[in-house]
């Protein structure tokens, strides 16, 4: 390996954010745990974005997608962690196990 | 060669706080560790010349977001006894499948052959993502209005106290 960083370290780098993101979706039972894991998936995709930008030629078309993302990723957020506050006055827990009155 | 140092040690940065996120059982420890991910995740962008996107994860993320789920543990009680083991997904079901995906996809990365334009000088970026943003991109930035909108109702109407009979 050469000491120059090309573009596969970037695209390492944001994959293996992206498996401790979906492990973390994936194992925790704490809604907000849940949500932080997906902040981080959403940056990984973003890190992505902006290294394929960088060394496609440096338009901005990855960048603005980038900021939809970031948009996005603060209006999932408001509105999850209103759900989870919602959930929390009416079950007193935010364990996604015992809020299973929706179960059919 | 300084440029290699600044990446590993954002990478070191970014990947320890990504697993204190994902594998501490605190989730107080998480939340602050999340954090660590997003700076470390601020200087990849400075690296890859996107100092605008840097700015706005800065502001957005760590200013909005993260300040939002610090509110939101500090707010529910009791939220360390969650257990971290999944009923539904067991951590070894987890941890294959983390694997399994992260492996297929570094396999294709490292097997394909990227085709890399010559890098372009480093500039500001603020004037090209500004005209980008009124010009051809009008539309869905007229649309993420729309959708920060919604998103700001929704929230204040979902956390309301109703006063239910």
Redesign the interface.
Known sequence: MS???????????S??????????V?????A??I???V??IL?SA??NY??F??????R??G??F???V??????E???G??????I??NF????V?ATESLRG | ?L??IV?YAL?VL??GS??I??FSRN?VY??FA?LG??MG?VG??V????D??AM??LL??VG??LV??I???M??Q??GD????????G?V???V???I??GV??YA??HTH?H??????IAP?TY??GN??LGR?ML?FEV?SL??LS??V???V??R?EARE
């Open positions: 000491g120059a960083i090309g573009l596969d370290h970037f695209l390492i780098l994959l293996i954010v992206f498996a401790l993101g979906m492990f973390c994936l194992t925790r039972r704490n907000i745990g949500l932080m894991g902040e981080l940056n973003n890190i902006l290294a930008a960088f060394y496609g030629g440096g901005y078309d960048q603005i980038a900021i939809f970031i948009m996005l990723a603060a209006a957020a408001v509105i962690l209103a759900v989870v506050l919602a929390y006055q007193r827990t935010i364990d196990g | 060669m440029q290699a990446f990478s970014t990947i990504a697993c996120v994902a989730i998480s939340t999340l991910a997003f995740v990849i962008y690296l890859l010349a996107a605008f996107v706005v994860q957005v993320y909005g977001i939002l789920t509110f939101a543990v707010l529910t009791g939220i969650v257990a971290i083991s999944n009923r539904a997904v951590l079901p987890a941890v499948t983390a694997v995906a992260t996809m570094i990365v490292l990227w890399v334009a010559a890098t372009a000088p970026t090209g993502i980008a943003l991109f869905p993420a959708v920060l998103a700001l929704g929230a204040v979902i956390s106290h």
